[in-house]
């Protein structure tokens, strides 16, 4: 496995521990469901500020479920097959407020800590009315507090809007080879942007360090953030939902496949631990990663986690998805997908691009690189050898034109015009023909 990730050639891993159920403590506690239904009831309890101050229809922060049978169809020239069941697009490229998965976590740390904040401060109007943390009082205290993260990009611009909007003072470590357009944002936003030289994980000791011991700041740590984990798990009782709508069902006759782009980890690890709880076996779940980028696939098959980086392989984190140039897992994530990942898939920035151009034209949808990594995941399972021997392992092939398959979209509307026209173009002109 080490040869063909240093190869940087496509491979998919199948994870040999999975379990039935996920056994997950942080800190000396345990978490379990009952955290994702906390969560869940704490940001119902907020929708009437959602609804006024962040414009989110009934103050839900919720995407679409779409069916994409157009792409489907457009894949078997490309992949010399079809892909037998019912396929959707789980829409986070257009989520309000940050056009990303990271509106998820982001506004649901950000709501936390001002909690946290107005309880210190005995003000108990927080949850009182829409304008609950918008009360002059709490707004004068968030401004005597900043919000420190680093981010690759869309977490910062998630929290430097959600964040600038509450009332806290956001500061941003970056990369220096984070995307242009995503730092004149936050600097527009005015969010302080800081810039370092290294790769993710060094921004991370940064911001870190840059934190610590300063009094009001609180440190958003990717790497290790209980808070963004519930976050985004919110979004399995999400689909949940809606497969009930759609009258999906899941059970042993209709396996559910959910595929998520990676970086960190900690978006995948949070919807993984909730999809897993409620679906059990039923459900089969794949982490999707760059060539360039595969942390976590790397930091499972060595059973190493958060203890081995890319760089160890030579493996340079260059990759046009910015959003999942991540060469170091994070430890709470790396814990959670470890028992309930079925598998792992890497996937060439060419195939990306490719990808981007074909959504564009089968289905309307304008994706970030990124959030294209999820939609090779069922051609990995069907075309390729371990993938099949994973479905025939598992009896899936007898119903798999029942199967639903969601590939997470993770990002895309807030991506400006001509960089989405020039990714669009670059797709087009590929000579790649063959996946
Ligand atoms: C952050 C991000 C991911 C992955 O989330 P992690 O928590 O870093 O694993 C996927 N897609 C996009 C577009 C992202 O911004």
């Given at each position: ?20 159920s996920?056994s997950?403590s942080?800190d000396?506690?345990l ?26 229809a009934d103050?839900?922060?919720?995407s679409?479920?779409?069916p994409?049978?157009s792409f ?7 992949i010399g ?19 990303s ?6 506004i649901?740390?950000?709501l ?11 003000m ?37 809007l ?10 941003v ?12 944002r936050?600097k527009?936003l ?27 700041t ?19 009782l ?13 059970d042993?006759?209709?396996?559910l496949?959910?595929y ?6 900690g ?12 679906f059990?076996e039923?459900?089969?779940?794949f ?8 942390c976590?696939?790397l930091?499972l ?13 030579g ?8 959003g ?20 792992a ?23 970030e ?5 999820g ?11 371990d ?15 029942q199967a639903?398959?969601v ?5 895309g509307?807030?991506?400006?015009d ?8 670059r ?9």
């Amino acid at each position: 496995m080490e040869n063909t990730l240093k190869a940087l050639n496509e491979t998919i891993w199948i994870n040999p521990s999975l379990k039935k159920s996920c056994s997950l403590s942080h800190d000396g506690r345990l978490l379990t469901m009952a955290d994702v239904f906390e969560a869940k009831a704490f940001i119902d309890k907020m929708a009437p500020y959602l609804s006024e101050h962040f414009s989110l229809a009934d103050g839900m922060l919720a995407s679409p479920l779409t069916p994409i049978s157009s792409f489907q169809r457009t894949l078997i020239t490309f992949i010399g097959g079809r892909i037998p069941g019912h396929w959707y697009l789980k829409g986070d490229h257009a989520l309000p407020i940050s056009g990303s998965i990271k509106a998820r976590g982001g506004i649901y740390t950000l709501l936390r800590y001002a909690e946290k904040l107005a309880k210190s401060h005995q003000m108990t109007n927080f949850f009182e009315s829409a304008a609950g943390p918008a009360s002059p009082e709490l707004t004068t205290i968030y401004s005597q507090h900043t919000v420190v993260v680093s981010s690759t990009g869309n977490l910062g611009l998630s929290i430097g809007l959600i964040g600038k909007s509450i009332g806290f003072n956001v500061e941003v470590h970056m990369s220096v080879d984070a995307k242009d357009w995503k730092v004149e944002r936050l600097k527009a936003l005015g969010a302080q942007v800081i810039q370092h030289a290294g790769d993710y994980s060094e921004s991370v000791k940064l911001g870190r360090s840059s934190a610590s011991g300063r009094p009001n700041t609180y440190f958003i740590d990717d790497e290790d953030s209980v808070d963004l984990f519930l976050g985004y798990s919110i979004a399995g009782l999400e689909l949940q939902a809606q497969l009930e709508t759609l009258e999906r069902p899941v059970d042993s006759d209709h396996p559910l496949f959910v595929y998520l782009p990676c970086g960190v980890g900690g978006a995948p690890s949070g919807i993984a631990f909730a999809l897993k709880a409620i679906f059990g076996e039923n459900v089969h779940l794949f982490t999707a990663e760059p060539t360039h980028a595969p942390c976590m696939l790397l930091g499972l098959s060595t059973e190493r986690w958060h203890n081995i980086s890319v760089s160890e392989l030579g493996i340079d984190g260059q990759t046009l998805a910015d959003g999942l140039a991540v060469g170091r897992s994070s430890e709470l994530a790396s814990k959670t997908l470890s028992q309930v990942l079925s598998g792992a898939y890497t996937v060439s920035d060419e195939k990306l691009l490719r990808m981007l151009y074909l959504m564009h034209e089968a289905e309307g949808i304008d994706l970030e690189p990124s959030a294209l990594a999820g939609l090779i995941g069922p051609a990995k399972l069907y075309y390729e050898t371990d993938g099949f021997n994973y479905l025939k392992t598992h009896k899936l092939l007898e119903v798999a034109e029942q199967a639903t398959h969601v590939s997470w979209a993770t990002g895309g509307i807030m991506v400006p015009d001509n960089v989405m026209a020039q990714d669009i173009k670059r797709g087009q002109d590929s000579s790649l023909n063959t996946f």
